[in-house]
């Protein structure tokens, strides 16, 4: 038998590529753009070592240009979430009992085939599916699930070095197991970074996964399970399914087995599940791992001593990167009076030169939303502002879906720093701004902690640094990710670990070590060199008396 420690050092995060006019990587996603269009996907669910394919298809049409098909994926029922989870439980002793260089190779090869051979497809799924312009898809698909798989693997291999102090005559070692039973990985659309990280960060450490991504993800998500396959995945370790919500957690949450859910999504939708896993902790062989990943309503707040040019750049890119549809996307704006006119006046004008449209057209800074769900929420609230006294909309508001879901980059500004858009999450292009008194910027930060529930990302611009310390104590816990001159978004794994609190999230922190704790569980070993022979301590001899 062989043996050794094998130790993965830090990576270095994946270089960001430009994709400017001539360049070689530009041409190739173009190509993939092309070529994935001129075709019609047929995507199974990948359950076990199968291809599952039930007949019942739904299908995938970009939200920017929704007469296209892109092709279509087999729906599934509650029979399918049955069979994943068998499928989970067949695969976990091999799994488990792989050597942890081999599980790692795995994640490691997948991230080579990202960084290479496929680079431009994930990049041109994403764009399609998820309506991310190049840049967009690039640091997500490409950059941050690569960097996702590769420090994991770094995270973990420094875990399992983790080890207890000894005593003389005693050896003491622990073990890291996965979680007994199966975890359940629930992603959203908006990244296909998180819908690769959830269910592979669980799977790296052991344990077998049923992954449900989002249907708006699908194209996306398939193209990273082949990935997976490719880099030498077993059957059974992640098995992808497209099933409703209920059905899932019908099936998963009254299953004896369930181990733990990963979970990006909304606060509400986890707050219920959470409560259902609760309810249902009699059931269960081990108290699960809950851990997610929730809403957010973050907030940019200006000083009186801010640049304005840094101001306005933080509230274009922060709010509007993506249309707004980030978890740290800023979404509501406090603003000095010294300071507003300028800003608004430079913001407006910003805006205005934001080119909206497809994905296919590299000019385009803004795609579309991503449903018709999303569309009509949004559009909404928009004509609630154009009829409310205390709000106005000073840039944006056009909202069209004849081709696309497509809506202005929208400004809203209001009197009232408790009006609706403050305080709600809306996740799309619209950004509310309140003008507060320039000399009351203690005012403004109870304001900024006190109006929404959750605490993800939030960014403080000042030059002063008094400023910046005491917004950095008073709004210690208003965002778990906080940014000092700076938009409240772009984490980069290994920099900025992710996540918030209160209605945000349990704030396990993806990509650090932090998050790879909850897909373990420790087992201590003591072994005595030198067995006790007897019960009897010395505390317990008589006392010698001395004549």
Known sequence: MNTGNFYYPLPSNEPVLNFAPGSAERELVKNALKELKS???????YIGAEEVRTGNKIDINPPHEINHVLGSFHFGDASHVKKAINAALKAKDKWNNTSWENRANIFLKAAELLATKYRPYILATTMLGQSKNVYQAEIDGACELIDFLRFNVHF????????????????????????????????????????????????????????????????????????????????????????????????????????GIHFTGSTGVFNSMWQIIGENTKIYKSYPRIVGETGGKDFVLAHKSAEVDVVVTALCRGAFEYQGQKCSAASRAYIPSNLAAQIKKKLVAEIKTMKIGSVEDFTCFINAVIDEKSFDKL??????????????????????????????????????????????????????????????????????????????????????????????KKLANSAGNFYINDKPTGAVVGQQPFGGARGSGTNDKAGSILNLYRWLSARTIKETFNPAVNYRYPFMNEDTKVS
Request: aromatic fraction near 10%.
């Open 39 to 45: 075709k019609k996907l047929d995507v199974p669910m």
């Open 156 to 259: 973990l291999s420094d875990i399992y070095k983790q080890q207890p102090s000894s005593s003389p005559g005693v050896y003491n070692r622990m073990e890291y197991r996965p979680l007994e039973g199966f975890v359940l990985a629930i992603t959203p659309f908006n990244f296909t970074a998180i819908g690769g990280n959830l269910p592979t960060s669980a799977a790296m450490c052991g344990n077998t996964v049923v992954w449900k991504c989002a249907h708006t993800q699908v194209y996306s998500a398939q193209m990273f399970m082949r990935i997976l396959k490719e880099a030498g995945l077993p059957g059974g370790v992640i098995n992808l399914i497209y099933v409703d919500g209920p059905t899932l957690g019908e099936v998963c949450f009254n299953h004896p087995d369930f181990g």
């Open 379 to 472: 559009e909404g609230y928009i004509k609630q502002v154009k009829k409310d006294k205390d709000a106005k909309i000073l840039v944006g508001g056009k909202c069209d879906k004849t081709n696309g879901y497509f809506i202005e980059p929208t400004v809203i500004e209001v009197t009232d720093p408790r009006y609706v858009t403050m305080c709600e999450e809306l996740f799309g292009p619209v950004l509310t701004l309140y003008v507060y008194d320039e000399n009351k910027f203690d005012e403004a930060i109870k304001l900024v902690d006190s109006t929404s529930p959750y605490a993800l990302t939030g960014s403080v611009i000042a030059q002063d640094r008094y400023a910046v310390e005491l917004a950095t």
